[in-house]
């Protein structure tokens, strides 16, 4: 059973647009939920994180909206661009834990 | 710096046959980390080690034993592959588990078992 669900499994953009991946997860000890971003071929790599002590964290145009209380936490790319086509993750971690998404394939589309 | 590197990029077994995958780090960190990688499932964390000599079992040990007798590196050894351990393996490394410090990721290996 899947800790941390994820959704859409995929999802097709135009660029310029706004691309939205939703997270779920159960554990309240859940303290630190980060994104990852996979090319096809590499290993994933850290995009952008953030504590459940504030509700938005922007990083450019990645932007994490973080519910507490729904236990519920998306990832927002705006003017979302082709070289932002990829696999993203979504993850919960525990001190010595960490349970990742199934992941979504975003498509931009130029 | 190379960062984590993997070794073999791509391997096929046939069932019953045994195989290690070497990961290696050039950062100094202290935490290494095997995952699997399957469509629909996300990454699954196989085993870690918290430094050289030490290792734990993560969500899903069955068929996998490790071992980081160096610092800078950390195996991952299939005894008697199976074809449910067709997947990409990835390793990671970190300087520390507390604090959340960010898990750096090799580039994968990816294992077909027949």
């Known amino acids: 059973q899947q800790q941390v669900k994820q959704s859409p499994q995929s999802l097709i953009v135009q660029k310029g647009g706004i691309s939205i991946i939703n997270c779920a997860y159960e554990?309240?000890?859940?303290?630190?939920f980060p994104w990852y971003q996979q090319f096809p071929g590499k290993g994933p790599a850290l995009l952008i994180a953030i504590r459940p002590d504030v509700s938005e964290k922007k990083e450019g145009r990645f932007t994490i909206s973080f519910n507490k209380s729904a236990k519920q936490f998306s990832l927002h790319i705006m003017d979302s661009q082709p070289g932002d086509s990829a696999t993203y993750f979504c993850?919960?971690?525990?001190?010595?834990?960490?349970?990742f998404g199934a992941g979504t394939r975003l498509t931009v589309k130029p | 710096n190379a960062g984590v590197t993997q070794t073999p990029k791509f391997r096929v077994l046939k069932t019953g046959q045994s195989m290690t995958l070497l990961c290696a780090q050039d950062?100094?960190?202290?935490?290494m980390y095997w995952y699997r990688q399957d469509p629909g499932m996300g990454l699954r964390l196989i085993h870690y080690s918290v430094g050289e000599g030490t290792t734990a079992k993560g969500e899903v040990p069955d068929g996998y034993n490790v071992s980081r007798l160096k610092k800078q590196n950390f195996l991952l050894g299939l005894e008697s592959a199976a074809p449910s351990q067709t997947s990409v393996y990835f390793c990671a490394s970190s300087y520390a588990a507390t604090g959340y410090n960010e898990q750096f990721f090799g580039p994968g290996t990816r294992l077909t078992v027949l």
């Open positions: 554990n309240t000890a859940f303290d630190y």
């Open positions: 950062m100094n960190h202290e935490y």
């Open positions: 993850a919960a971690r525990t001190t010595d834990d960490m349970r």
